[in-house]
C-alpha cells in the first residue's frame, strides 16, 4: 500500500536559488495552512528559507505531495526580449524571473509550462547564450 500510495503523489517541483527554495502549486488547504508563511502573496509562491524547507518538505509529503528538488533549473528557463508582448502564460507559470541584458527570464514551474512558453514565442535559455 505504501508503494501506491508513494507512486500516486502529486509531484511539485521545488527550484533552489540561493538560498531559498521556490515553488508554484495549488496545495490543500491543510496544507496551506501550515506553510502559509512562506507563501509570498506578491509572487504567488512559495519562498522557503533553506534552513524550513525539511520542514516544509515533510509537510508536502504528510499531504500525499512529492516535492522535487531541482537544482539546474535552465531545462525549465525561458527569455522574451524585454519591452515585447509577453503571453500571460510566462507570468502565470514561472516561479522565478529575473532580467538578462536586454531580456526577461522566466524558470517555468514544468517543462511543459516551457513548451507552451516556446509555442507562444519565448525561446528555451538553452538555444541562447545567455546563462541564469
Not at 3 to 20: K, L, Q, T, Y
Request: charged letters at 35%.
Amino acid at each position: 500500500m505504501a508503494d501506491f500510495r508513494r507512486a500516486s503523489r502529486e509531484r511539485i517541483n521545488v527550484f533552489r536559488v540561493g538560498d531559498a527554495y521556490l515553488f508554484k502549486h495549488y496545495v490543500s488547504e491543510e496544507a496551506f495552512a501550515e506553510i502559509e508563511r512562506y507563501y509570498e502573496e506578491y509572487d504567488y509562491r512559495f519562498e522557503v528559507p533553506d534552513d524550513r524547507f525539511a520542514y516544509v518538505r515533510e509537510v508536502l509529503e504528510d499531504h500525499d505531495y512529492a516535492p522535487a528538488v531541482i537544482e539546474d533549473p535552465e531545462p525549465f528557463a525561458v527569455v522574451k526580449r524585454k519591452y515585447t508582448n509577453h503571453p500571460d502564460a510566462l507570468f502565470r507559470d514561472a516561479v522565478y524571473q529575473r532580467g538578462l541584458g536586454n531580456f526577461n527570464c522566466f524558470v517555468m514551474k514544468t517543462r511543459e509550462a516551457a513548451e507552451r512558453a516556446v509555442e507562444r514565442g519565448a525561446r528555451p535559455l538553452a538555444e541562447t547564450d545567455l546563462e541564469l
